[in-house]
Structure formats: structure tokens, C-alpha cells
């Protein structure tokens, strides 16, 4: 009797070490992009802020400037193309870790009528969420076209990257936490500013049908909602351009119908974004570019609710730690600019 409960019990340590090892190593091999969906488990019931919405959403949300300048601690759980339907599920598994306060949505995707726009930004957008009902809810949700033989690789990626040994690089095992999940990158791209569309163009329905679920979720957890969109520009697509901001346009009616804050930075000025120095690209913010948008974020914060500045407190001691190691890497890009010169 004795033999077989050891038995048993060598077993049980035997599948659950598997199981660790197993898991750990899908997580390294998986593909990891700008404001990884994972990360947010890391500081659990700490946040204050969560930024979320595409690749605009992570050029544009600082949370080092967050801290430093209104004491308030935020992450950024952005994906490249993320659209409304995939932020509602990241959502959904954010709040089984976090109790924000505020919810800054950027609206840049939410021109796309699909529930996702391609495989690799689906992936990376939810490739992190640990497997549980969320994980399984997005899967069915999200792919219910798709056999579920397609849906197995989503449940477990390690069946997609089982192949990746060769391409692993230094970030697979070590990420830029003190950014959480924000960019680092001060390239600067001039370009003019274009205008603005008079009208405006209707938004797709499923950005409605998700939209709806996320105001709903966060008026369920006393979340308040703001949503802004980020300026960009255009290289060569100035009808694609247009197209796009006149979905701002006729946003920012409908939040205005429903109760719920718009900051459109494009068309007020109020972050002082300039087209010449605050630009990576034509549609992305740098970093200096996406410290002004947190600036003007912040001060809305300040204005409109009451949250704690949690400065001077030891028990965010390591908030500021970041801070300093995000100030360290400014100042060392420009003394190595210096010594260029």
C-alpha cells in the first residue's frame, strides 16, 4: 500500500514538473511584440492606468512619465493592430489581475470591420493570456470560422513555435519591464501635418458591438473609460488617411451621446504634438511625442478624478527604480549623441 501511494505521488511531481517545463518553455519560444499581453500578471493589483488599443497606443503612453510627473502606476497592454474585439478579451483577463482605476482606449483601429486583422497580430495579442475561460472564449469567439484543429496551436503555442530554437534573441528570456509595455525609441521622422476631414464616416459594426462590451465591462468593475486617438500622419494614402479620421469624427459624436470622454490630441492641439520632431514614422509618436500625450493624460486624470500619488511610498519604491532606469537610458542616448557630434 505504502509503495503505491509513493508511486502515485512520484507520478503527480513527475506530470506537474512536466507541466512547468513544458509551459515555461512555450513562453519563451512564443513570438513576443511591443506591450505583450503577458506582462500585466507581473504586477498584480498594483495599476492605477491601463493604456490599451494597437501599436498607436503603445507609441503613445509613457508610464515612466506617468509616474514621475503624477505619482499614478499604469501599464500598457497594446498590440500591434489590436482591434475592439481583442482588447475586449484582454480586458477581461487583465481584471482577473488588476483593479484599475482608468482605462485609456486609443481608437486607431477601430476603422477595421474585422474581428481581428491577421494571424500574427492575433497572436500576439492573446498568446499571452494564460489558458483559462478567457483564453478559451477568445479562441471560440475570434475563430469560429476555423476548424478546431486550427484553434489546438492557439491553446497551445508551442505547437506553433516548437521551431523558433534558432531565431530566440536575448528579449525571448529578458524583457524591458521598467517600459511596461511602452516603447522606447526617440527617432524622429518630419513630416507636415495634414488636415482634418469635416465629416464623418460610419464606424463598422462589430467596433460597436465590442465598444459596447468594454464600456460595459468597465462600468461593471467602476472603471472609468476614456478613449483618445493619437495624431498621426500619412506617407501616401491621403484617402486612406481621411478615411480614417473621419471614423474619429464620427467617434467622437457617439462617445459624446453615450457619456463618455474623447480626447481627439489631433484636432484640439492640447498635447503640443510637433509633426517635425515628435514622429517615428508617419503614424507612430516617438517617445518624446508619446510623453506629451501621457503629460495631457495625466493632467486629465488629475482633473477629473481623485487617485492617489503614490510618491514617496516605500511600497512603490520600485516605480520610481524604473523611472530612474527609463531617465538612465535617455541620458546615455544623448551623451553617446554628444560624443558623436
Known amino acids: 500500500m505504502k509503495k503505491n501511494v509513493r508511486w502515485i505521488f512520484a507520478a503527480v511531481v ?10 515555461n518553455i512555450s513562453e519563451v519560444l512564443r513570438r513576443k511584440g511591443g506591450g505583450a499581453a503577458d506582462m500585466v500578471h507581473s504586477f498584480y493589483d498594483t495599476l492605477d492606468v491601463l493604456c490599451m488599443g494597437s501599436s498607436h497606443g503603445y507609441s503613445a503612453f509613457q508610464p515612466n512619465t506617468l509616474w514621475n510627473e503624477f505619482g499614478l502606476t499604469s501599464y500598457v497592454l497594446c498590440s500591434q493592430r489590436q482591434t475592439a474585439a481583442t482588447t475586449y ?15 485609456f482606449l486609443e481608437s486607431y483601429y477601430f476603422f477595421s470591420a474585422k474581428k481581428y486583422t491577421d494571424e500574427a497580430a492575433l497572436r500576439l495579442a492573446i498568446d ?33 513555435y516548437h521551431g523558433r530554437w534558432n531565431d530566440l534573441k536575448n528579449t525571448d528570456f529578458h524583457s524591458d519591464n521598467y517600459l511596461k509595455g511602452s516603447i522606447f525609441d526617440f527617432e524622429v521622422y518630419p513630416m507636415e501635418e495634414p488636415e482634418l476631414p469635416e465629416d464623418g464616416r460610419e464606424i463598422p459594426d462589430v467596433v460597436y458591438e465590442y465598444l459596447e462590451k468594454v464600456i460595459a465591462l468597465c462600468e461593471e468593475n467602476e ?34 451621446q453615450q457619456g463618455i470622454p474623447y480626447l481627439y490630441f ?13 514622429f517615428r514614422d508617419y503614424a507612430h509618436l516617438n517617445t518624446n511625442g508619446a510623453m506629451k500625450i501621457t503629460r495631457s493624460l495625466g493632467k486629465y486624470i488629475t482633473e477629473h478624478y481623485a487617485l492617489p500619488d503614490h510618491r514617496g511610498d516605500e511600497a512603490y519604491q520600485s516605480w520610481q527604480e524604473d523611472y530612474e532606469a527609463f531617465q538612465s537610458r535617455i541620458n546615455a542616448m544623448y551623451a553617446k549623441k554628444n560624443e558623436q557630434e
Open 223 to 256: 472603471i472609468q473609460l476614456v478613449l483618445f486617438t493619437a495624431p498621426y500622419g500619412y506617407e501616401d494614402d491621403l484617402k486612406g488617411y481621411l478615411k480614417k479620421q473621419q471614423i474619429n469624427e464620427t467617434l467622437e459624436s457617439y462617445l459624446e
Open 128 to 160: 499571452g493570456i494564460r489558458l483559462g475561460r478567457v483564453k478559451h472564449e477568445a479562441i471560440q469567439d475570434l475563430l469560429s470560422g476555423h476548424s478546431k484543429k486550427e484553434w489546438l496551436s492557439y491553446y497551445l503555442p508551442f505547437l506553433k
Open 14 to 23: 513527475f506530470v506537474v514538473i512536466g507541466l512547468m517545463l513544458f509551459f
Open 266 to 278: 489631433q484636432k484640439t492641439k492640447e498635447a503640443g504634438i510637433d509633426f517635425a520632431t515628435d
Open 89 to 103: 478579451y484582454l480586458l477581461q483577463e487583465a481584471l482577473k489581475y488588476q483593479k484599475p482605476k482608468v482605462l
